[in-house]
């Protein structure tokens, strides 16, 4: 199959050679090198978590009493890798108001007072230690949330590698994507795309990058769900790779069939409702990225199996093995606004486009 990345039509070759903060699209990323792992026999998704990171056995769920209070009670089932992949561990992010979202703010300042400048395995460790509550029973719904990074921690722990040595050795240098990883390097600090915020009265003004200080050299944080940046070029050759069965160039990534399991919905009924809104009608969820499960309910003109994901800057790709093409969208606007409305109209623009 071709190989062949379309970089469109740009007044200059900066559009596709300027670095720009992928947030959470390292997701596909880190889920892509968890699975290399996994087709290499190190792990199975029924796998529990406690079995490579023993702190994360026999985790605790909240549960409300008739009073309105809260308790914590022992989970009935252990966190599975799987439930990582799929975001169905009940791990969230620490952005809301409830009691797992209030502890995991405890912990990462506590670790922000204690450690300052500390690494992934110190931050998922800690939040197991502090016994941070889940916000339901592992398997039973979908949040998006913390499980990515737990994920990260866990290619290290198999890998003996850090993070990123493991995404640079497995994924970057095969793929030749000079231009991505953790870390500022060589001219990338000053390549550097601008980020955008829109004010009050509408007009966009230019901010700093909202995690910039983690791209500096004596960093040590490496976040599997947030943290890489990359240019549109290097991430086109990343998901151009997925489109044609793990192959680019003659490089073997990961098995095609590897990637036919990650584009699979893996949702259930239940999970279906707590993943939809406007952004993901039609789509599923798989191992780490939404799927196309209803081109009508979608509205899309794309292929089911299609999958993808985007960032919090409005980064966006979609990756389409049936048609071998996959297209990647870098917006540096934060937090992004127009995400529905923008990325559908991409994707609907780019297939059109197909012979």
């Known amino acids: 199959m071709r190989h062949r990345i379309s970089t469109g039509s740009f007044r200059s070759q900066a559009a596709v050679s300027s670095p720009v ?14 699975l290399m792992l996994y087709e290499r026999g190190h792990f199975l998704l029924d796998d529990p978590l406690a079995a490579y ?3 994360y056995e026999g ?38 108001d409830s009691e797992p979202e209030r502890k995991i703010r405890r912990v990462l300042d506590e670790l922000r007072e204690t450690h300052g400048n500390y690494d992934l395995q110190t931050e998922v460790r800690a939040m197991a230690k502090a016994q941070v509550p889940l916000a339901f029973e592992p398997g039973t719904r979908w949040l998006y949330g913390y499980s990515h990074d737990v994920l990260g921690a866990l290619i290290e722990v198999i ?8 995404l640079q050795e497995e994924i970057f240098d095969p793929l030749g994507m000079k231009d991505t990883g953790y870390r500022f390097k060589g001219d990338i600090a ?14 966009l ?26 240019t549109a070029r290097d991430y086109a050759v990343f998901t151009q790779m997925l489109a044609c069965g793990g192959v680019y160039n003659g490089e073997r990534i990961i098995g095609r069939k590897t990637i036919e399991l990650m584009r699979r919905n893996h949702l259930n009924e239940q ?11 039609g789509y599923g969820y798989g191992l780490g990225v939404r799927t196309l499960v209803d081109p009508a309910a979608a509205g899309a003109n794309s292929s089911i199996g299609e999958f993808g994901w985007s960032g919090a800057a409005g980064t966006w790709t979609s990756i389409d093995p049936a048609e071998g093409v996959s297209i990647v ?3 540096q606007m934060y937090p992004s606004i127009y995400d529905e409305y923008v990325h559908h109209r991409v994707r609907n623009a780019a297939y059109a486009c197909i012979d």
């Open 159 to 166: 890998s003996g590698k850090t993070l990123g040595r493991f």
């Open 205 to 230: 003004v230019e901010v700093p990058g909202p995690i910039d200080i983690l791209h500096h050299p004596e960093a040590k944080y490496e976040g599997g769900g947030v943290g890489l940046y990359s």
């Open 59 to 96: 985790p605790s769920v909240v549960r409300k009493l008739p009073d309105g209070g809260i308790d914590y009670e022992p989970a009935g089932n252990p966190i599975r890798i799987k439930h990582l992949f799929t975001m169905t561990s009940g791990m969230p992010y620490h952005f809301g």
């Open 271 to 281: 999970q279906m409702n707590d993943f939809a809104n406007g952004h993901h009608a």
């Open 21 to 34: 903060r992928l947030f959470s699209m390292t997701k596909v990323v880190v889920c892509t090198a968890a």
């Open 190 to 203: 000053e390549r550097m795309a601008s980020v955008y915020q829109k004010s009050e009265d509408g007009k």
């Open 329 to 331: 969208f870098m917006q």
């Open 53 to 55: 990171i023993p702190e």
